[in-house]
């Protein structure tokens, strides 16, 4: 053998060695921070200051990492989407009406006054494959409570760590990252919290564009569409996810698109960014939503409707293992459509004024005069905090 040969056998031995010894090292991606996205700025410097800092050094900056980290290598490369969502939640985030800033009248919730974009700016502040988890997060919360959203993602979890250990090839040094993901513990606990982050942002998105989202339910109220389907929970979702991914980059970059599935709506009502619609059908229908983040030409075509129920809208059967600790995985068929809309924080408000009112019995007859009282009340509490500043 020539001592050529014997150099490059040598130096082959080695390099095994070491992919070997680096796939065994349980390296804690959580301890990386990077800059953000210049389109995301906007966010960070609308959060609160304690939001901000459990974003980029507590349990939610964690998260992100790992989830990113895991989930990386199977992400598509959608650079326009993320710069348009990038752009729209630091649009959504500069508006007071869903912003407000905290003060000393708001006592010890003064830290906690303002938007809730703390999923957001982790995964902004960890990496694009963070980014596209939490559109993923979005997407369930869209479509499921967040318990069973919660669940879900703890199943995605589970399953791609699996699929990890049992198809990745440890000697093969481009799989190094994918072994080290699957070895970083994600707790159910900080997956909940990641879940109530990336709602409340939605439920503050979704009053800042309400006119748009009952565009869109019109829309959805009036088609058939399954989001995916398949007896595979975990590649159902993931499919669904990175077509909606797919499909909504091409369309903002201004390549028009046709669909026959539920997905790339419900990134569309998720993600908050509104390209042109062209419903095909037995309703047929426009929707110009000139949404200045589509470039021109990002028109999407719905095709004809299926043959289930017109009422349905948007449909997504799943089988989900982890809702409970014990048994059998549980089925649940949800929709966005008449039945799946929730109220805003406004009507909250006159809900919790009504039941208020209620509980008052006779003292509560007078509506405007309770009213009146509380708005009295209201800036008597501004002009104590007034004095007390001079």
Known sequence: MSILSKLTNAIVSASNENVLTLSNINLDFSLIKIEAPQEFLGLGQALSKDRRSVAEDGAAHRTARRLGALFESIIPNTPTLF?????????????????PKGTSSDGPFMSHVGIDGISIWSAATSGKASIAVHLLACMLVRQLTAIQATALLVELVEERRKW???????????????????????????????????????????????????????????????VNSGPDTYQ?????????????????????????????????????????????????????????????????????????????????????????HYGDPVSITSSVGNNGSRITISELQLVAFGSLLRAWGAFGEDTYAVAGFFKALSSLDRLETWQKKK
């Open 83 to 99: 710069q348009a969502y990038g752009r729209r939640v630091s649009e959504i985030s500069s508006i007071s009406k869903v912003n």
């Open 164 to 226: 990890i250990m049992s198809n990745g090839d440890e000697s093969n040094i481009a799989n190094i990252a994918d072994q080290m993901a699957s070895r970083q513990e994600i707790p159910r606990s900080e997956l909940a919290k990641w879940v109530a982050s990336a709602q409340a942002w939605m439920l503050s998105a979704d009053e800042v564009k309400s006119q748009e989202q009952l565009q869109l339910r019109l829309i959805s109220d009036n088609v058939s569409l399954p």
């Open 236 to 324: 159902n979702v993931i499919d669904a996810w990175i077509d909606a991914m797919k499909s909504l980059d091409n369309v903002i970059s201004g390549m028009p698109l046709r669909i026959s599935r539920g997905a790339t709506l419900l990134g569309i009502s998720a993600w908050h960014i509104f390209p042109d619609l062209n419903v095909i059908g037995y309703r047929s229908a426009k929707v110009q939503f000139k949404d200045p983040l589509v470039s021109c030409g990002g028109i999407i075509t719905i095709g004809l409707q299926s043959s289930r129920a017109l009422d349905e809208g948007l449909s997504w059967s799943l089988d989900l293992s982890y809702l409970q």
